[in-house]
């Protein structure tokens, strides 16, 4: 079976594109840095791709709030309409970290009009720390397939979930909570929420950094014995679906 293309999107400041990029590689995927300016320019990149990641870091320098520079730049110059469109045809989106800020930024997930943010963790300090997801969503094709938990780090100061009680009831009920965090809480997220899918399942954002533990020996307790379960099968089941289409 051939390798669907998957488009990783960057910007100023962003820097796990490499990361996410080895992710998808070991999950069957033909990843492609785009730069999202050169993207912008060529929306048609967007046609040829099967699979889209919005990688995390510090784009823009976060100036202006976390993800939302990087958000006005995904829905400028028609390039929200080509992105509407790349999930109506049923491909996978994934936004990770600051990539999460920027799709509820975008509307490519709940955003403001449904009162969902990603605030400053109830910390008020940057966090960075290992932590456990547990998969709850049936409806997300990145979470669907995986039957444990995973083990992966966060690298965030801004990624305590939030939404009002109306909102919360809603994506409970529509099984859009794709992931909770299991055990510890990092940054006082509402409902121990570490990662939310839109209505369609193919959207998904999360804080945590899956593609920093695709292989055993990323864990810091891999030569201990207790290396913990691999972050690649969220890549895995999107890349799946990805090649499906």
Known sequence: MSRPVALVVRGPGTNR????SFALDLAGAEPRITLVGELLERPELLRDARLLVV????????????????????????????LTAFVAAGRPVIGICNGFQ?????????GAGRRVALGHNSSGRFDCRWVRLAPRST??????????????????????F????????????????ALTYSGTNPNGSR?????????TGLVLGLMPHPENHVVARQHPHAGRGAAGRLGLRLFDAGVRHAKEL
């Open 17 to 20: 594109d490499a990361d996410v």
């Open 55 to 82: 990688a995390g870091g510090f784009s823009y320098a976060d100036a202006l709030g976390a993800g939302r520079l990087l958000a006005l730049d995904l829905t400028a110059a028609g390039l929200g309409d080509e």
């Open 102 to 110: 920027a799709l509820v930024r975008s509307g490519l997930l709940p």
């Open 139 to 160: 409806r997300c094709v990145w979470t669907a397939p995986l039957d444990e938990e995973i083990d992966c780090p966060i690298a965030h100061g801004e990624g305590r």
């Open 162 to 177: 939030t939404c009002d009680d109306e909102t919360s009831a809603a994506l409970a009920a529509n099984d859009q909570i």
């Open 191 to 199: 409902d121990d929420v570490a990662g939310i899918c839109d209505p």
